[in-house]
């Protein structure tokens, strides 16, 4: 191609005279061609990118940023291959050198820039549906192809323009198609339409990318501004906590400085006295009072240092909790808005609405973690009361001690002490006790989550807790019996080919089989093992359950849509029992959903529980007999449905099986007289040929008998009428050409016989069996939905009854039997007319042509002007002939056909009459 590309370019070159692509003439339909081919251009395209009505960076999935660079990449190059080439046919002021040499060059730089277009391209692989991205790879593709093809084409017409300019002849409106041809104005214009096509399709696929990536960007932007707003709310509930502590603190010192000084003057008296004015006494008094002012000092300082320690550790603790778990569901966003953009479910748009909603949903806020601030802010708020009761009991010690000390100042410093030591270790067991609550109440929150299927805990448990939960394994084992077996097992009860079913009652038994299958069979499996799990993280555990449940749901919503083909196939009592099961089966996994929620929330409880130690002796005052019972109720009810759709399921099996045996039974019987009529009538048919062939046979010999007779006078012409025999000769041919058409004319009238009774045939014995058929489907159909005790009974009679001889199509046998001898009949009597016929023909003969007294004269002269006539008569009789075989055979046709269609009609009669008596036989019995 670069070879015929520079020798075009190079002849364009020498040409020294001036021409345009469309040399100054007018090529018919290149204007128009070019310009509706265009079309829009690129608009499409342009248009749909000016939707994009959010930032493209923010979309993380780059298919906004692909869309664009695909545009650019096209809107860089196309645009001006489209200009140009409408410029270069509309051009007459440049060198045709110019004109091409700028189509080249525009064509090579729009591949060049389609490149991009190809890799950016590749960019949907992982972010659109399958469809979608080999809808956009492939029209890219089309559209650099095109551009080769048009390259090819500007070649053929610039070869076509140099032609024209060399051209010896006149070139002019009447003959400048034979250079420039319509075929390289259609391959033109077909290249241009193309590309103008796949820009369309680009423009219809961006615009549904741009909406899905615009709604989930802007889903996740909602998402991260409820996230921020409930970020800020923990942070301001943890900027409130931490000035709740700050003052809890200031309380307890105030308190302290307050129950020192009440000591001070509870012993007042004591050094007032003058009875205890000794020096021992006032050595271990003053010492003792020394105590409590250091007591006062140091209760003060780890009082404040516990508030500080309790502030930074549920500070940290709650603002990790809190981004954890917001990031865990901002992932599990994404996650939804990538798998609606890439699935090819026609569900994804609508379930990636819903579910994103949830996620919205106050109950997936991080801002609850707060709550767990409110409660115990109002707990520090009324630590005074808690307080005061315990230094007040030490007051009460300390004023007590006067007695002690009067005796031993040894015992009243280790009273003291003992003192201190009570007052600082009941302050440490309430700064424990506050901050255990705390966190306590987080991890429940965070379990809540968790349960949801978003866990942030990073806690190693598995659902059993590494210890055994209280017939935990057994009950559920228990609980889930024998799972899916019983509809597996119905399913495997089908032994006839299930699209013999005409119903369609098998097939959805095997959908919907398959469908519990693969939904309740999945969450049976995932919860026997996640009751014994003891390897993996309890995210793990819940996070298999809850996508199994979600799966699970999925699967039955769509195998409702199949259970609308039991309801004209079954009993409403079959019909009825097996939507309800499977309703009861979604809502059972609803209820199976908040099982795994409480029981996720008290493993999450047990995780976070350090102040005791968790065995399985005592993990059931958390994970509860109720929940565990709860659980397998749950299972046990899913467990029933199943079984209960296992039994319809096999009632409907067997009902279809017997009514596809059945169907087939009166089919194979149907069959069996169909080809003893078919052999029968194949029987008829050849003795129809073999008599049609006798008589052509009789009718073609007629003409060599009758010719054989006039030898002797043929044979001695010169000797009869001076030698002048031609109107013999001529009435011979005639007799030749009339015999010929009797010929015909009987194969004809046989084949028209043979063809009539075939049809007549095939019409109605498609009548028959279609009657039959249809009433044995009619019986099928009412057995499977009637309630009727005696339908059992009824059917297998009434099915029977249907397989007599009364409606074979064999019957049709004796319509054809009657007429075996008619064609013997038509021969003889045919035999009877060319009989006559033959003897007619000969009635001049040499023999009578001796009776005159001289072969030459006046007698023998009229014998052969007779000729003229006996043509015309022998014609006559010869159609006479034909018109009396075709009534008989015409009579044939009528007999047979009036006795097929009686037959028919009372082979259907007998069919509606066996359909009329097991209806009611459904309520007699009978």
Known sequence: MARLLCGVLIVLTV?????????????????GSIQSSIGAGITPLLRANSTIAVQVSNDRSGALAAVVSVTNAINAGIPAVFTNTLDAAKNSGNSPLLVFSDLFGTNNNARIK???????????????????????????????QQLSVLTST????????????????????ANIGNYITPAMVNRLSSSLALKSASISNLGSLFSTVIRVKTTNVRYVSNFNNAANTALRVVSTQLDAFTRSLQEVAALFVGLVIAWANDIHLAYNPVTADPSYQNETFTESLLMFLNEIRHLNISMARNLTRTMQNLDGNITNFLANQAQTTADTVYQVVLDVTKQSATTVSDLAENCSQKYIYQLLQPALQVNRLSGCLFIQSSKFVSLDHLLKPVLGRIQSDATGIRATCSSNSMACSAKGRAIQNDAIKDARILSIRIQCRIQICSEMWSALLLSLGLFASGSRADLGLSFAIPNLVANVQAAIGQGIAPVTNANATIRVDVGADVSGALEAVVTVSNAINSSIGSVFQATQKAASEASVLPTVVFGNLYGTVIAAKLELEQAYGVVQQFQSTVSDRVYDAIVHNLTKLHDDLNVLTVNYIALGTAVNVVVATTILPITSLNVANIVTPALVADLTTTLKSLSTSVASLGSLFTEVVKQKTAAVTFVSSTNSTANAALTTLVKQLTNFTSTVVTAGDKLRQVASTLSSNVAAVHVPITGASVNYNGGNIVNLTQYLDAVVQSTQQLSQNLSNGYQDLQNNIQQVYAELVDVATREVYSVSLGLA??????????????????????????????????????????????????????????????????????????????CSLTYFSAYADLALQTDAQLTLTNNVIATEARAITNRIRTCVVATVADINDNAQQILTNFNGCLVTGQ
Not at 120 to 137: C, D, G, H, M
Request: proline share 3%.
């Open 154 to 173: 500007f070649i053929q017409v610039g070869s076509a323009v140099d032609r024209v300019l060399f051209s010896k002849e006149q070139v002019d409106g």
């Open 114 to 144: 389609l490149l991009d277009a190809i890799a950016a391209a590749e960019l949907f692989k992982n972010t659109v549906s399958p469809r979608t991205y080999q809808a956009i790879v492939g029209n890219v593709t089309v559209l650099q």
């Open 15 to 31: 040409n020294c005279c001036r021409a345009d692509f469309g040399l100054n003439l007018t090529v018919p339909n290149l204007i």
């Open 781 to 858: 159909q009412k057995a499977a939905t009637s309630a009727s005790s005696f339908v059992n009974n009824c059917y297998q009679k009434y099915n029977f009854l249907l397989q007599q001889p009364s409606l074979h199509v064999a019957r049709l046998n004796t319509c054809l039997l009657p007429e075996a001898d008619s064609f013997t009949k038509l021969q003889k009597l045919l035999d009877c007319l060319l009989v006559q016929f033959q003897s007619d023909a000969s009635a001049i003969t040499n023999t009578r042509l001796n009776t005159c007294t001289t072969l030459n004269g006046a």
